[in-house]
């Protein structure tokens, strides 16, 4: 049984007017700067920094946002809002290890896209001018 698909691609491809190179260059972004960002995260939450923790969830926030995450899009803002106001601090452990999970999961299947991607652009740049 093939694993629910974590992320959808049509509000990227909406806002960069289907535009696969652009995408690809996007994903490629993805998927240099989510796995450093959350590791920022995981190292803050375990030293209790919570005011780290809340900046690097705002950060995650936009990828999670343009990469249509919609499993951790609640989660990502409460434990953005929770840190930073130091409030429900019983949620974060939680929090932080469901977005782990599901960003973690999404990761690796962005990288499965971006090869089915890469494929795709380089058969077309193969494929002769008309």
């Not at 690796?108 to 896209?113: D, I, L, S």
Request: one cysteine or more; glycine letters at 2%; proline letters at 2%.
């Amino acid at each position: 049984m093939e694993a629910k698909k974590l992320f959808d691609l049509t509000n990227l491809d909406e806002m960069l007017g289907g535009d696969r190179s652009a995408i690809f260059q996007m994903i490629k972004i993805f998927l240099q700067a989510t796995p450093e960002s959350l590791s920022e995260l995981n190292i803050c939450y375990e030293k209790n920094d919570m005011d780290g923790v809340s900046k690097l969830a705002h950060k995650l926030k936009s990828s999670v946002d343009i990469f249509c995450i919609n499993e951790i899009k609640q989660d990502i803002r409460r434990l953005e809002n929770n840190t930073r106001d130091n409030i429900n601090l019983d949620e974060v452990p939680q929090l932080v290890e469901r977005i782990n999970t599901t960003l973690n999961n999404a990761i690796e299947q962005v990288k499965q896209e971006k090869e089915i991607l890469s494929k795709q652009l380089t058969e077309n740049e193969k494929a002769p001018k008309a």
